[in-house]
């Protein structure tokens, strides 16, 4: 069990972060002194949440996933297979890049809690092919999966994560060697073709009751031909202007969009922050992910995505929604076929 935890960076590690202008007294900090701490949520309100939600914050069937084989090469265009929640794999010339891959079945540390719904659990570590690049946002356990990243071991080539996750890998078996760590505005080439950048994210970290010791982020993915924007978690705020300002336009951002509530809103967006955060990172097309795996929130499980169109329509910002393990080709046709209101 307490493998699961991870481990936080050592006093000689953190000695490092000293003087960061990200890191204050200890602990990683927001942009623009945005905090947030479960602590600090309303409690009452919570309870209250908790007591009225619907019975469908969870989908009543099975999900209509598509199973595809990872291990066929993929087209030149960049391809996206999104595997439910903020899991998916990005295939292009021959490359493999999977984020924040989550295949046990729970976004918890106890396996009988917080389970993935049926039909979004159909793919495993097994599937996966050999990964050039691991990319991990932070370290919550609904995006860093303990049983997920332990079976992937064998297959990963290198690993980008924000500043400090590596200490949860390397107790889990990573050496150090496969690992980069990176604050915000930092840019790393894994291998060759691949370069990512970590941008900031308004949010937080911790696998335990120490929170904030180690960094969040977003990341600008630059591949042969195309631009990606990889959202991780985030509240609604002035970075993403900034962002699109400095490293856009994108073909291709994909931004949470789920598991919000207004009691931990500085942290997780609203669908319709979601098209404004596109529009300001200057985004050609919007994949919407966070959603249609776990119950982490009390909304209807489908109303994320039911909110966020008609935002996006409004904006004129183009959306594609794949089916779980559906391919999503950057310049192809938008994937939009409305299998979320069979549920």
Do not use: C
């Not at 078996?173 to 691949?194: M, R």
């Not at 900031?200 to 982020?217: E, K, V």
Request: net charge neutral.
């Amino acid at each position: 069990m307490l493998q699961v935890l991870g481990k936080n960076p050592s006093r000689q590690v953190k000695d490092r972060f000293t003087g960061l202008s990200n890191y204050q007294n200890g602990r990683f900090e927001n942009l623009e002194g945005v905090r947030f701490s479960p602590s600090e949520a309303p409690m009452g309100k919570m309870l209250v949440d908790f007591l009225r939600k619907p019975r469908t914050v969870a989908p009543t069937g099975q999900l209509p996933a598509v199973r595809t084989n990872l291990h066929l090469p993929a087209t030149d265009q960049p391809t996206v297979v999104w595997f439910g929640h903020s899991s998916y794999l990005i295939q292009a010339h021959g490359l493999n890049i999977l984020v924040d891959p989550m295949f046990s079945g729970a976004a918890s540390p106890f396996s009988f809690a917080v389970r993935a719904f049926a039909g979004a659990d159909v793919y495993s570590a097994a599937d996966m092919p050999v990964l050039d690049v691991l990319v991990l946002t932070h370290d919550h356990y609904d995006h860093l999966d303990y049983a997920t990243v332990v079976a992937l071991r064998e297959k990963v080539r290198h690993v980008i994560t924000p500043l400090g996750v590596g200490s949860h890998l390397q107790a889990w078996g990573y050496a150090p060697e496969q690992i980069t760590e990176l604050n915000w505005h930092d840019t790393a080439t894994p291998v060759s073709g691949v370069q990512l950048t970590a941008t900031p994210a308004q949010h937080f970290s911790g696998r335990s009751l120490r929170p904030r010791q180690t960094l969040w982020a977003s990341y600008v993915l630059q591949l042969d031909g195309a631009r990606l924007f990889l959202g991780g978690d985030s509240g609604y705020g002035p970075h993403f202007r900034a962002i699109g300002r400095q490293y856009g336009p994108f073909d291709l951002a994909l931004l949470e969009n789920g598991q919000y509530n207004l009691s931990w809103h500085p942290i997780h967006m609203l669908p319709e922050e979601t098209a404004q955060a596109a529009l300001d990172l200057g985004a050609n097309m919007l994949l919407p992910v966070h959603w249609a795996k776990f119950t982490l929130a009390y909304h209807p499980w489908n109303e994320p995505v039911q909110r966020l169109l008609p935002a996006a329509e409004k904006a004129q910002l183009p959306v594609t929604v794949p089916r779980i393990g559906q391919p999503y080709t950057i310049g192809g046709p938008v994937l939009r076929d409305v299998w979320w209101l069979n549920n």
